[in-house]
């Protein structure tokens, strides 16, 4: 049970890359979470997604999108990589909200760097 | 807006310390309060909590929820070198999706 799986776990892009961060967990959780941590901050609500073929925005969505084709995979896509871009980005899933444990579980991380 | 805020920002303390981390919150559908640890990588589980004044405990770890006062801590006993690392506070809100609103973390170093 490997749990939340991200890759790469590093990247350097150039300014106006485009890039597919990869997030898989093998929970069967239905909900699943991107985010961005920036240094000295929390972590800031990127996408989510409910189930399969459903996504939608959290705090900080600009410049991202995602899909949710199937319950175990969320990619991350960043189109036109902007220096703002450079963070650290986490997936996280859970159960859903009929759970009465519903913590969100955490990947290891990709640390990316626009220059 | 939703926010969270963690207090202190950082602290230095001695192995051995008792240590207490604050949590406050202003939120409009609160579900319920969780602490993560994260030792340069991802966040990892402490606690959940969602009702008022029932201790969560494990090891030297603890932490109480006051839903009137929207206030968590976090308390530490007998800290280790171990014990080092950013303690992130998050609210669960209880609305469609389950989001997480995190505090900015408090820093945690543990001298020997």
């Known amino acids: 049970n490997a749990g939340v799986t991200q890759t790469p776990k590093f990247r350097i892009l150039k300014i106006g890359q485009s890039m597919t961060l990869q997030c898989t967990q093998d929970?069967?959780?239905?909900?699943m979470y991107w985010y961005r941590q920036d240094p000295g901050m929390g972590l800031k609500l990127i996408y989510y997604?409910?189930?399969?073929?459903?996504?939608d925005k959290g705090e900080v969505p600009n410049g991202y999108n995602v899909s949710r084709s199937t319950t175990e995979d969320f990619p991350l896509r960043l189109e036109l990589a902007a220096p703002s871009q450079t963070s650290v980005y986490f997936c996280?899933?859970?159960?859903?909200?009929?759970?009465?444990?519903?913590?969100?579980?955490f990947g290891p991380g990709t640390r990316l760097t626009v220059l | 807006e939703d926010k969270v805020v963690q207090s202190p920002l950082s602290l230095v303390v001695h192995e051995g310390d008792t240590v207490t981390l604050n949590c406050s919150y202003e939120?409009?559908?609160?579900?319920?309060l969780l602490w993560y640890k994260q030792e340069k990588k991802a966040p990892t589980f402490l606690f959940m909590l969602?009702?008022?004044?029932i201790e969560k405990k494990s090891g030297r770890l603890s932490s109480i929820l006051d839903k009137k006062e929207l206030f968590s801590i976090l308390n530490i006993t007998a800290t280790q070198t171990g014990d080092s690392a950013v303690y992130l506070c998050?609210?669960?809100?209880?609305?469609?999706?389950?989001?997480?609103?995190f505090g900015a973390g408090t820093i945690l170093r543990v001298k020997s």
């Open positions: 929970m069967n959780h239905n909900y």
């Open positions: 939120v409009t559908n609160f579900r319920s």
């Open positions: 969602t009702s008022s004044g």
């Open positions: 997604s409910v189930g399969a073929g459903i996504t």
């Open positions: 998050a609210v669960e809100l209880g609305e469609y999706g389950n989001k997480l609103v």
């Open positions: 996280a899933s859970s159960r859903g909200l009929a759970a009465s444990y519903n913590e969100q579980f």
